[in-house]
T-cell receptor
Framework: GDSVTQMEGPVTLSEEACLTI???????????LFWYVQYPGEGLQLLLK?????DKGSNKGFEATYRKETTSFHLEKGSVQVSDSAVYFC????????????FGSGTRLSIRP | NAGVTQTPKFRVLKTGQSMTLLCAQD?????MYWYRQDPGMGLRLIHY???????AKGEVPDGYNVSRLKKQNFLLGLESAAPSQTSVYFC???????????????FGDGTRLSIL
């Protein structure tokens, strides 16, 4: 079945470091791909999305490119801030079931001042 | 601009007790979902609804029931709570997909439930 695999955390970085959180997926057809972010004590918020191959989603300095050939959607940011500390979830919406989203297990990111 | 509102935010139950979690959305969304979030397991779909009066099972439906009597509300019930149901529960909603897969879900802030 469809699934999402993302790198396990926690990930700890210093402020202004580069960030990559790996995400790969298994799905039939052409799913839509998402990154959600969860700040402490809050629900998930959409960070960015991409709906077809080679699309690049971007928001708040974060980027991710939909790579069909490698079935990947890695999250990147060139210079992280303390305020980026949160849990990040990679997710996909299957082509065959538009009403559902399948989430990865989440990656906790901590940024040191 | 409330979005998705969940009540209560915290609750402690004893094994065998029952309770209902309420989710309300003011965005006129057709689809609503209930998830549970457990450490290291991401979010798992319990039940979902694609419209008023309809519900469907998700990945982990056992021990839970749901109702969608009004479009804006989606209730999650625990008939006889068990310690394994200790978790954080999230409600989400999204607009009618219209056959598309690119509509994100909007989440509430969660309900932290402990079963003793």
């Amino acid at each position: 079945g469809d699934s999402v695999t993302q790198m396990e955390g926690p990930v700890t970085l210093s402020e202004e470091a580069c960030l990559t959180i790996n995400c790969t997926y298994t799905a039939t057809g052409y799913p839509s791909l998402f990154w959600y972010v969860q700040y402490p004590g809050e629900g998930l918020q959409l960070l960015l999305k991409a709906t077809k191959a080679d699309d690049k989603g971007s928001n708040k300095g974060f980027e991710a490119t939909y790579r069909k050939e490698t079935t990947s959607f890695h999250l990147e940011k060139g210079s992280v801030q303390v305020s980026d500390s949160a849990v990040y979830f990679c997710a996909l919406s299957p082509y065959s079931s538009a009403s559902k989203i399948i989430f990865g297990s989440g990656t906790r990111l901590s940024i040191r001042p | 601009n409330a979005g998705v509102t969940q009540t209560p935010k915290f609750r402690v139950l004893k094994t065998g007790q029952s309770m209902t979690l309420l989710c309300a959305q003011d965005m006129n969304h057709e689809y609503m979902y209930w998830y549970r979030q457990d450490p290291g397991m991401g979010l798992r779909l319990i039940h979902y609804s694609v419209g008023e009066g309809t519900t469907a099972k998700g990945e982990v439906p056992d021990g839970y029931n749901v109702s969608r009597l009004k479009k804006q509300n989606f209730l999650l019930g625990l008939e006889s709570a068990a310690p394994s149901q200790t978790s954080v529960y999230f409600c989400a909603s999204s607009p009618n997909q219209g056959g598309k897969t690119n509509q994100p879900q909007h989440f509430g802030d969660g309900t932290r439930l402990s079963i003793l």
